[in-house]
């Protein structure tokens, strides 16, 4: 099992350096970078250059507000800065944030992202073979590259091409044009993924001749854990108040829909326009945590997300520990799931 460091949003430029390379010192195999903030690759490039083995991932870039050219651009230097330790991972955003915060007009979002997917690719071909280059979509249209500006080939791994989603359609495009799929927190449970996760990534790896087990999986799942049974009580409340936060967004709410909570997002919503946010967690039944956070102490980690995960999914994301000075313990935790078999069908 692939494990894999998240990020806070807040963790400035100048921490960036310091963040990765403890990640990097606890063995993780990768390192997630959010954009939300901060420019995800701006802060991808200070993660690699301050590391030497470390997988960085952007998770997950917008990629409607950039146009596929400068995208590809930044990400074919990324790889060749790193020795191909870089991966692209991209996202829609909402169409209030699209068009609201980025100015950007709005269009049909996976049709788009499938186009801005194969644009990236028919951009690298011609870096990497000095092919012409030649593409037209629904949404782009690139038929022009002077020599002047190819940076020419790469001699190491090119960047993969990772998506985030939710829904089914989003999903069977990871399954028929990408390289990796990560779950989102609010979607991760063993249900979600065997029910309407892996079948809508087989149908659409299907459509274009692929085994569904060639994209990579991570589950984005949470996890209420520490090292002490204290301290998972702690952590259960704090996912209380979180989970309730993020089931309010009506676009989070398969996993509600699927075990037959949906009111339960209904009434958050509702919560949320009154701005009562402090109430939000007393709708978070202990059954609710339950059933969609995993949950053990450190010790008991590796064997619940063997119970969880091991079967569907290739990778997971573990939160740091809050206090550096576990993290040697934890690291041994990390190298144990690491031991996880896999065997995803």
């Known amino acids: 099992m692939r494990v894999y460091a998240g990020m806070s949003d807040r963790v400035s430029l100048r921490d960036t350096i310091a963040y990765a390379q403890r990640v990097e010192a606890l063995g993780y195999d990768g390192l997630h970078v959010p954009e939300t903030v901060h420019d995800g690759l701006a802060v991808s490039l200070l993660a690699l250059e301050h590391t ?28 060749a800065f790193s020795g191909g330790r870089f991966q692209l991972g991209l996202g829609t955003q909402i169409k209030q944030n699209i068009e609201g915060r980025y100015s ?113 999986l991570v589950s984005g799942s949470q996890y209420i854990t520490g090292p002490t049974r204290a301290d998972v009580q702690r952590n259960r409340e704090h996912h209380r108040r979180l989970l309730a936060f993020l089931y309010s967004t009506p676009a989070y709410r398969r996993t509600l829909t699927l075990h037959g909570w949906e009111d339960l997002g209904e009434r958050l919503q509702t919560i949320t326009r009154t701005q009562q946010w402090d109430t939000l967690h007393e709708h978070v039944t202990d059954e609710v945590l339950d059933a969609l956070v995993p949950q053990g102490t450190w010790d008991q980690l590796p064997e619940v997300i063997s119970q969880w995960f091991a079967n569907l999914a290739d990778g997971v994301i573990l939160p740091l520990p809050e206090d550096p000075a576990n993290d040697d313990r934890f690291a041994e935790v990390i190298a144990a799931v690491q031991a996880v078999p896999t065997s995803r069908s």
């Not at 960085?56 to 930044?74: D, G, N, Q």
């Not at 269009?107 to 997917?117: F, K, N």
């Not at 030649?134 to 190819?150: E, G, H």
């Not at 390289?179 to 299907?206: F, K, M, W």
């Open 104 to 216: 950007v007009p709005w269009t049909e979002p996976v049709t788009r992202m499938r186009d801005y997917l194969e644009s990236l690719r028919a951009i690298w071909q011609t870096f990497q073979h000095n092919t012409p280059l030649s593409y037209t979509s629904t949404n782009y249209t690139f038929n022009r590259l002077q020599p002047f500006f190819n940076p020419g080939p790469l001699d190491v791994t090119l960047p993969t091409l990772w998506l985030g989603g939710v829904n089914d359609r989003m999903l069977a495009l990871a399954g028929s044009h990408a390289d990796g799929i990560v779950t989102h927190p609010t979607n991760s449970n063993p249900r979600y993924l065997r029910e309407i996760c892996l079948p809508a990534l087989t149908q659409g790896a299907a459509s274009t001749g692929r085994l569904p087990t060639s994209i990579e």
């Open 52 to 79: 030497t083995l470390l997988t960085v991932r952007t998770s997950i870039v917008l990629a409607f507000p950039r146009s596929p050219m400068l995208t590809a651009c930044a990400a074919w230097d990324l790889a």
